[in-house]
């Protein structure tokens, strides 16, 4: 009993040292061709380099700062865009008048790019934090708006019928019924629209700040620095898997009823 | 078994709530209905049914695919509007049942795979879910169906004869009057099915409810009801009384005989190869 439990606990061990095992063999080959000179240090630093120059960058203050604003901004316009994309994606779910009056002209502007905005929001807001919320919370919007209403809509008729037959009033049909079947369809949304919030994150900044990750890299290209760009891909790297897993254990929380993530 | 089937009946009379009504045929609502019509354009599923089944019969409306009988069974719940005629439960024509008095069983457990097993039957009790001893109620049935051990689980870990005992149990914990039924053991597997319909039988005696049953299986229908009742083209085709004693054994020569003339009249005006 005890044996068995031990050799199911060193095989979980192991699992996670063969996850790790990729990316630490990676930087190690990286590491040893760096010091052989096989990679130019104007190419790519060695890892050792870009350690030294986040701590660098630590000590002064600096990195945190900017990885403070950085985040400050994806949080706030994933807030804003996505709190109206689940309104209005909750709304054209469930009304059909809303959806006649507001989807085909959402669809409209969702075929845009919205980068492509870049252009117009710096003659707009110039490069203060606005622009930078007002692409964050764009980007945001569509997943959220189009997996809401994508969820609401295809929630299970027969459930419905279901509550229906007993007498569910509208808000106990929303809340026990419908919200919860749509759950699944939100975190698609949900997880895809911090992705975009990062890309969109990513290149306004590099394009137009004067603080955050983005315009670290954008600084540190200016004088050649390259450990500190390499570091700033990292970091958005290492805050966007934090995104992902934070989206991925809230999924595993709301959504434990779901077969997909029962434990086996 | 019938021992065990009455013991696990007493024990939960023990745990009744004292509100609850006593079980007894009074129990049940008559159902009146009076030519009921119901047309999807141009095509009409119903030609006008009149019925009248007294409080606490068992009912089974049986009819080839398409013949109108769920359509009935949905004018009944309210699910669809009936193009002419009306119905009514209770003795006096226009009366309104309450909106618990009327329960309905489908083919699919249709249980909301995000609650548990015990909070699936809960929604049975509607708005007195907030009131104290609602989940003793709803353990009590749970109990009755012979899933009180698995309260906590998720509907998706169930068999399927388990889902649709907790659906049985959703319908059952608000003491209805008239419980309707849409072919529940359709799905099921042969061996499922005779232990449902021992256990649909069982809570219909206890219960006291009037209790309607669409259904496809003659057998099922001969074994269970009071009346069997056939619809045909959108018309009641045969009214038949099933005088059997209870309980009736499945397969026995006079539910045999029966089956066959129900049968044998389904089959009367179909042509070879209708229904294939």
């Not at chain 2, 054994?249 to 045999?256: I, Q």
Request: a neutral charge; charged letters at 20%; glycine letters at 10%.
């Amino acid at each position: 009993m005890s044996a068995a439990v031990a050799s199911g606990g060193s095989s979980r061990g192991l699992q996670t040292l063969t996850q790790w095992a990729l990316p630490i063999g990676l930087i190690l080959v990286w590491q040893a061709m760096s010091m052989a000179g096989l990679i130019p240090s104007r190419v790519l630093p060695a890892p050792t380099d870009v350690v030294a120059a986040g701590w660098k960058l630590l000590k002064s203050g600096e990195l945190m700062r900017n990885i403070w604003v950085s985040f400050w901004r994806a949080i706030v316009g994933f807030a804003i865009g996505g709190s109206i994309g689940f309104g209005l994606g909750l709304a054209n779910g469930l009304s059909d008048r809303s959806e006649r009056i507001l989807d085909s002209t959402l669809q409209m502007v969702r075929n845009i790019p919205h980068l492509a905005l870049i252009p117009l929001v710096i003659l707009w807001f110039g490069i203060d934090e606005e622009a930078k919320l007002f692409l964050v919370a764009l980007g945001v919007f569509f997943p959220i708006y189009i997996n809401t209403q994508h969820g609401v809509r295809t929630v299970d008729a027969q459930l419905v019928e279901m509550g229906q037959t007993y007498g569910m009033s509208r808000s106990a049909l929303f809340w026990q019924v419908i919200l919860p079947g749509a759950l699944p369809s939100i975190f698609v949304g949900l997880r895809y629209a911090l992705g975009i919030m990062w890309l969109t994150l990513i290149v306004a900044e590099t394009i137009s700040a004067s603080s955050g990750i983005g315009y670290m890299a954008m600084q540190a290209r200016e004088f050649l620095l390259v450990d500190v760009v390499v570091l700033s891909i990292l970091i958005y790297a290492l805050l966007g898997k934090l995104a992902d897993s934070v989206a991925r254990l809230l999924e595993r929380f709301c959504l434990s009823w779901h077969p997909a993530f029962q434990k086996r | 078994m019938v021992v065990q089937a009455l013991r696990r009946v007493d024990v939960v009379k023990n745990f009744e709530p004292p509100a609850a009504a006593p079980a007894s045929p009074a129990n049940g609502l008559a159902v009146n209905i009076r030519g009921l019509r119901k047309s999807f354009g141009d095509h009409e599923v119903l030609a006008g049914i009149d019925l009248h089944i007294p409080a606490g019969e068992f009912v089974a409306i049986v009819g080839r695919s398409g013949c109108g009988k769920s359509t009935l069974l949905r004018l009944l719940l309210g699910l669809d509007q009936p193009t002419a005629g009306s119905f009514w439960f209770g003795d006096r024509e226009g009366e309104v049942a309450d909106n618990r008095a009327v329960r309905v069983m489908f083919q699919e457990p249709r249980l909301l795979p995000w609650a548990r097993v015990l909070a699936n039957v809960e929604v049975g009790l509607g708005n007195d879910r907030k009131l104290p001893g609602a989940r003793d109620r709803a353990l009590a049935t749970l109990r009755e169906v012979g899933l009180e051990d698995r309260r906590n689980e998720w509907p998706s870990v169930l068999s399927g004869g388990q889902r649709q005992r907790v659906a049985l149990a959703r319908a059952l914990v608000s003491q209805p009057r008239v419980l309707a039924f849409d072919e529940p053991l359709g799905a099921l597997d042969a061996l499922t099915r005779i232990s449902m319909q021992k256990l649909l039988e069982r809570v219909w005696r206890d219960q006291g409810f009037t209790a309607i049953m669409v259904t496809h299986d003659v057998a099922e229908a001969v074994t269970l009801a009071d009346r069997v009742i056939m619809i045909e083209d959108g018309r009641i085709a045969l009214d038949l009384q099933i005088d059997l004693p209870r309980p009736r054994e499945r397969g026995s020569a006079d539910v045999a005989a029966l089956e066959g003339l129900i049968l044998r009249d389904l089959f009367r005006n179909s042509k070879a190869g209708d229904d294939a």
